[in-house]
């Protein structure tokens, strides 16, 4: 659903103005979405699915601009 999609890029973008490590912000926006800050194994789980992401879209930067800009939006896109 397109709708999906372009939430989940809107809250990347807004995931890439927020300082600090891949974790800081991954926490960041657990927080602004459920209100609650996340257990520790599941930040664990989504700061390792973002890097491996990253290093997908770091490979394909074609494939990253389709999903969503950068190859770091586009990792973000993926656990928004």
Partial sequence: DPVYVEAAQALAHRMSSVHGA???????????????????????????????????????????????GTPEEAAATGIG
């Fill in 22 to 68: 891949v974790s800081d912000r991954i926490a960041w926006a657990w927080r602004e979405i459920l209100g609650t800050p996340p257990e520790p194994a599941i930040l664990t789980r989504l700061t390792r699915l973002h890097t491996e992401a990253l290093a997908r879209y770091s490979e394909q930067p074609d494939l990253a601009r389709k999903a969503a």
